[in-house]
């Protein structure tokens, strides 16, 4: 089966500065990579994803990247902000397009922006 | 939210006993999930369902069974509760982005903790 590896585990940065979190995963037939922000207490949240026809997909502040010969994917948030501490998980797919697919998801980076 | 509620929220029992909890939704989904989530584990798959009375297993299913008799609702249960099952469970749902493909949105969670 799939297996996702997620670093780092914890990241401190200047409010202001870009943080990146990388992630790997293992089954090349994976092609579908979200990214999901959890703050304490509460669910997951997608914020951000991308599929395996493209290279990189920007949302504002965030951006996410993909490397299918490395099997890697990233994700870069520009000019953090305290509101942008929280809990960020990765995940690997493979979506037939039917709408089901199962998610292995990595084990999470605690986000944390100083102010 | 994605039309997403489980009840309990919150739930403590003793080892042993069975326990079902439920995922709620009111927006037709035909494909919904369970996932439990354990520091430094991230989120893992427990079962999932298709459709009604159509339900496969996940990563994580051994002392899990999942039931399905309306679209709407998705039951699992814990025959007998081991306190290694203590952990905070999350529905999910799929769900046609804005791009036309689908996304996993998650409901708010149940926290259960077996003594």
């Known amino acids: 089966g799939e297996n996702v590896e997620q670093h780092p585990s914890t990241l401190s940065v200047q409010e202001g500065d870009s943080a990146v979190i990388k992630c790997t995963y293992s089954?090349?037939?994976?092609?579908?990579f979200p990214w999901y922000k959890q703050e304490l207490g509460k669910r997951p949240q997608l914020i951000i994803d991308?599929?395996?026809?493209?290279g990189e997909k920007k949302d504002q502040r965030i951006a996410v990247t993909l490397n299918k010969t490395a099997k890697h994917f990233s994700l870069h948030i520009t000019e953090t902000q305290p509101e942008d501490s929280a809990v960020y998980f990765c995940a690997a797919s493979i979506d037939s397009g039917a709408g089901s697919y199962q998610l292995t998801f990595g084990k999470g980076t605690k986000l944390s922006v100083i102010p | 939210d994605a039309g997403i509620t489980q009840s309990p929220r919150h739930k403590v029992t003793e080892t042993g006993t069975p326990v079902t909890l439920r995922c709620h939704q009111t927006?037709?989904?035909?494909?919904m999930y369970w996932y439990r989530q354990d520091p430094g584990h991230g989120l893992r798959l427990i079962h999932y369902s298709y459709g009604v009375k159509d339900t496969d297993k996940g990563e994580v299913s051994d002392g899990y069974s999942v039931s399905r008799s309306k679209t709407e609702d998705f039951l699992l249960t814990l025959e007998s509760a081991t306190s290694s099952q203590t952990s905070v469970y999350f529905c999910a749902i799929s769900k046609a982005g804005t791009s036309g493909s689908y996304e996993q949105y998650f409901g708010p969670g149940t926290r259960l903790t077996v003594t």
């Open positions: 991308i599929r395996s026809n493209v």
């Open positions: 089954d090349s037939a994976s092609n579908y």
């Open positions: 927006e037709n989904h035909r494909y």
